[in-house]
């Protein structure tokens, strides 16, 4: 296959990929896994450094090719977590409220 071809058949699966929430959900759970926002330097440990920068590499072409295809459905991805996260909070705080008046 051309390379250009491959190009384009890769940008349409990521496309494809990023229009499902379920999809969003599994590539930013890579990229957390990944530590993007992260350094990967463990003192006194290279090996477990070079660990965290290979899979630093690797979260960081995933969110280029995101960001490549498309700033706004990066933005999307963070903020869809965000909306999770504070969501639990939420429920987690009535969780507790609940049990406090009983």
Known sequence: MKKRT???RNAADLQAVLKL???RRVLWRLLQA???EQHGFVPGDPCATAFHCGQKS???FLQQQIAE????LLAQMRAEYLSEI?????EINRESEELHHV
């Open 6 to 8: 491959m190009q384009k």
């Open 21 to 23: 929430p379920q999809g």
């Open 34 to 36: 990944a530590q993007v």
């Open 58 to 60: 690797l979260g960081l």
């Open 69 to 72: 295809l498309s700033p706004l």
């Open 86 to 90: 504070t969501s639990e909070q939420n």
